[in-house]
């Protein structure tokens, strides 16, 4: 079993900055990826973007060059850096981790932090 805990949410003006934490319950290391997905109201959940335990970034294009995600391996923790913020990035935010092992591949979830941008 894997916890993960999101930080960092709250209400910004547009063309400002937040910074998400999640903080695991396990050695990120174990993880095969770790990445960050939003949902707004009413559309289905979309990757922002996930980095594998080899370092490989991959972000969204819509994210692109305004977001960065960081990892503190000392703390099990990873960030999600959001700069430049548009309304359109309104949405609750959830960490992932993916687990694989022999007896196969599990997803986990955060409870997801919620990030408003207003106008």
């Known amino acids: 079993q894997v916890q993960l805990v999101e930080s960092g949410g709250g209400l910004v003006q547009a063309g400002g900055s937040l910074r998400l934490s999640c903080a695991a319950s396990r050695s990120i290391f174990t993880m095969h990826h770790m990445g960050w997905y939003r949902q707004a109201p009413g559309k289905q959940r979309e990757l922002v973007v996930t980095?594998?335990?080899?370092?490989?970034?991959f972000y969204a294009d819509s994210v692109k060059g305004r977001f960065t995600t960081s990892r503190d391996n000392a703390k099990n923790t990873v960030h999600l850096q959001m700069n430049s913020l548009k309304p359109e990035d309104t949405a609750t935010y959830y960490c992932?981790?993916?687990?694989?092992?022999?007896?196969?591949?599990?997803?986990?979830w955060g409870q997801g932090t919620q990030v408003t941008v207003s106008d």
């Open positions: 992932n981790a993916r687990l694989v092992t022999t007896m196969g591949t599990t997803d986990y």
């Open positions: 980095m594998t335990a080899g370092g490989v970034i």
